[in-house]
């Protein structure tokens, strides 16, 4: 089945990707492509629209997160504060927009007889002009809209301003809308779009937005409501469809549902929940790099952050950071009891590998925090560079039903039925408590609310949970940590100091009590290796105990009059004096 279903990525076509702002528009996307000879058949539309398909996320885009809940070696220019203006590039490409134009304003496409096949696949292709837009959105903010192949003698067009934002969303939102009436509704599908995708697509966009006008008041865009309940509409018709639900089975890798969610080589696995994913296969030599991203001594080490460990509660639904003395529990005792999630996403004590039966504990060789991540991990034989194959997901059910509780809780019209319809069926999966909203609003979690200091209102205390859920649910997909971040203008999350491990001082360490040493603390200079991992107290954050300090040699911070935006390339800003640079970048 999965080989089958691998055919459409090998008829991909090669798209011409030379192009500056001025002439990026006008050609066809390929040199056997044109209006009078192309589209005579559905199979054409099929060849053409394969081509959309790769600007979906793929590899580390998907698993490789840069914001602070993974914390790698380096950082990223974005978390480290110091992006500049770029010469070129930047994110300022507009290929794949002409490809998708190119077949929305065909003269064949738009008289081809068979109406059904003609709107399925435009609908198709203004669904990836919404997700293209709303990328682009998301990255710049105003943006030049682009309906149709742009003539070499429009010179209007080719050097006109950014449009506002309000109606790049308002296109958008037309763009999704027509996408969700006009796609295939009679099935599931697990690699191509549906209407149950454009569905979830809306739904993320929508609490995108609206919770970004929300909260950045200094932009004064209208309409944040708007968009939140569209995001509780989108969803809701989802949920109503009973087209998915959370997947529970125990038929996976490991045995644990969650864990298997992404452990899982095929996306079949995980299809009562999974609405769209990515397919890689070793036969076709289509393959990523998340094993040897996650056990390599080379590529960046990445390890959970210590807010993030923090913020898993316990078993029973109580909070982690109420228990006394929680900030200097040492590893073995602060992983007992907690949600299931957290040790089928890090080694925790007991840990195996799939298809092991070696316990295992953290490796700080590969680990910058000694939070090790497991989550998307099988067997050993895909460690090495470029030899994972599994399967990667895009779109789930369970994300649909965190925007459809978040974006209710923001309006204010959430209430605990709904909590019951949406956190609860994620919770079940790992028999974790759902949220009791009356005493989450009776009382938020200080701990929570001293990191989002922009959560106010009679919600407040919901507003963090689902928050809460959202970031350990979700965490290493899809990049969300970063746009949760901005959308909620918590840049300054970012500009924290990263925390691993917590050491009450020099001595060796068995971190799961295993008998066995792990890891050496030592102070003045380095001893003779025995064995275990070695680290200075120096790098303690008390010196002489405390938490591992990541990064120490990077200065962070977080600019909130730019930063919550990229600048645009000078390159562009030169050939088109019309555009205007961001606020606040030089």
């Not at 809308?177 to 569905?199: C, Y």
């Not at 990191?451 to 689902?466: C, F, H, P, R, T």
Request: net charge negative; charged share 20%.
């Amino acid at each position: 089945m999965k080989k089958n279903s691998l055919l459409f990525l090998t008829v991909i076509t090669g798209i011409l990707m030379t192009a500056c702002n001025k002439d990026f528009l006008e050609r066809y996307p390929t040199s056997a492509v044109s209006p009078p000879t192309f589209f005579q058949s559905e199979n054409d539309f099929i060849s053409y629209t394969n081509n959309f398909y790769t600007d979906l996320q793929g590899g580390t885009d998907v698993y490789g997160e840069s914001a602070d809940n993974i914390v790698k070696s380096s950082v990223t220019s974005e978390v480290a504060g110091n992006r500049l203006v770029p010469a070129t590039g930047g994110g300022w490409d507009w290929d794949a927009l002409r490809t998708i134009n190119f077949l929305l304003t065909a003269d064949n496409v738009i008289n081809y007889p068979d109406a059904v096949v003609r709107d399925k696949y435009i609908g198709l292709a203004r669904f990836f002009r919404a997700w293209f837009y709303f990328r682009k959105v998301q990255r710049f903010g105003d943006v030049p809209w682009y309906n149709k192949v742009i003539a070499t003698t429009d010179q209007e067009a080719l050097y006109k301003k950014r449009d506002p934002r309000v109606l790049i969303m308002d296109s958008v939102l037309n763009d999704i809308n027509f996408a969700i009436a006009h796609l295939d509704s009679s099935s599931k599908s697990l690699e191509r779009v549906t209407k149950w995708t454009a569905l979830a697509l809306k739904s993320r966009i929508c609490l995108y937005e609206g919770s970004w006008r929300k909260y950045h008041t200094e932009f004064s865009m209208p309409d944040a409501d708007r968009y939140l309940n569209e995001s509780v509409s989108a969803s809701q018709h989802l949920m109503n469809s009973n087209m998915y639900s959370i997947f529970r089975g125990t038929n996976g890798p490991s045995g644990k549902p969650y864990q298997d969610l992404f452990a899982s080589m095929t996306l079949e696995t995980g299809a009562a929940e999974i609405i769209l994913g990515r397919r890689y296969s070793a036969e076709l030599n289509l393959k990523h790099d998340v094993q040897f991203y996650l056990v390599a001594r080379t590529q960046g080490k990445p390890g959970m952050e210590k807010k993030l460990v923090n913020s898993y509660l316990m078993s029973d639904g109580s909070r982690f950071t109420d228990k006394a003395g929680y900030q200097t529990m040492q590893f073995y005792e602060e992983v007992q009891g907690r949600d299931p999630r957290l040790a089928q996403t890090i080694r925790t004590p007991g840990y195996t590998r799939i298809g092991g039966t070696q316990a295992l504990a953290p490796d700080f060789e590969s680990t910058m925090t000694g939070y090790q991540p497991v989550k998307w991990m099988n067997n050993t034989s895909m460690d090495v560079s470029g030899q994972s194959v599994q399967d990667l997901t895009l779109f789930r059910y369970a994300e649909v039903l965190l925007n459809y509780a978040e974006a209710k809780a923001e309006l204010g019209t959430l209430d605990q039925t709904d909590l019951n319809n949406s956190i609860k069926l994620i919770r079940d999966r790992v028999g974790m408590p759902n949220i009791d909203m009356a005493a989450a609003n009776a009382s938020p979690d200080p701990y929570l609310a001293q990191q989002y200091v922009n959560v106010s209102g009679a919600n407040k205390g919901v507003i963090l949970e689902i928050r809460r859920e959202r970031r350990i649910e979700l965490v290493m997909e899809n990049g969300f940590r970063w746009e949760d971040l901005m959308r909620w203008k918590e840049g300054q999350l970012l500009a924290l100091p990263f925390q691993g491990m917590y050491f009450p001082g020099a001595g060796f360490y068995d971190l799961d009590q295993n008998g066995s040493r792990d890891v050496e603390i030592y102070s003045g200079s380095q001893p003779p290796a025995t064995g275990p991992y070695q680290i200075a107290v120096s790098e303690l954050s008390e010196g002489t105990s405390g938490y591992i300090l990541t990064n120490r040699n990077i200065i962070k911070k977080f600019d909130e009059t730019k930063d919550y935006l990229y600048p645009l390339p000078i390159d562009q800003l030169t050939l088109n004096p019309a555009l205007e640079q961001n606020p606040n970048w030089k």
